[in-house]
């Protein structure tokens, strides 16, 4: 059986981002909980590849398709990709209590209906700990309306989860191990995504279904 495809989608603004660690540390989980899980079509394990996108590389790209309707080909690519994986990991860093506005913006250009039954695994920094319940009452009700399936380990890391003496009710490795857990079970138990061209539109739009249905919010028109 061919690879489970992951997508990490991480909307850090700073390079190197905080952001971007914790998700590469949940995507290295991930690949290893997927490896260490056999079934009997894939005794030795299941392979997985990752994608990563960082929302900062497109952000022109976002607003211009939040104002025009129509994605540059970079975007449309990356949404092509992120839409069509078995899983995705999205991490966010938190401001003013909630997701960061590219964040919130690369979601506005998704069809509601573009993740339905997809597994994620949501993550979350910021500099305090007092966020720590953002992904709950705010990034986990985001993916819910998306009709998405967000496992129910959310992984959120506080500057001081960095140090060597980090703080916390667990430690951030533990927290992390936990989640990708979580997301390797729920990948095994999906049917895989067909192999198909990612980057191809039909690969999940289907035949009579424009771009403009997954982007630019065209659903209802």
Known sequence: MSARRIAVVTAGLSNPSTTRMLGDRLADATVAALRAKS????????AAEVDVFELRDYAHDITNNLLTGFAPPALEAMVNAVVSADAIIAVTPIFSTSYSGLFKSFVDVLDPDALTGVP???????????????????????FTYLHANPVPT????????????????????????RGAREL??????????RDEDPYDPATYLGEGRSFGHLLGGLAGE
Not at 39 to 46: C, R, V
Not at 184 to 193: F, I, K, L, S, T
């Open 39 to 46: 079934t009997a079509s894939e005794p030795t394990g299941i």
């Open 120 to 142: 994620v695994l949501l993550g979350a920094n910021a500099g305090t700990a007092r966020h720590s319940l953002a992904i709950d009452y705010s990034i986990r009700p985001l």
């Open 154 to 177: 959310g992984v959120f890391a506080a500057s001081s989860d960095w140090g060597a003496n980090a703080d916390g009710v667990a430690p951030l490795g533990a927290r992390i191990d």
């Open 184 to 193: 390797a079970d729920a990948v095994a138990a999906r049917m895989p995504v």
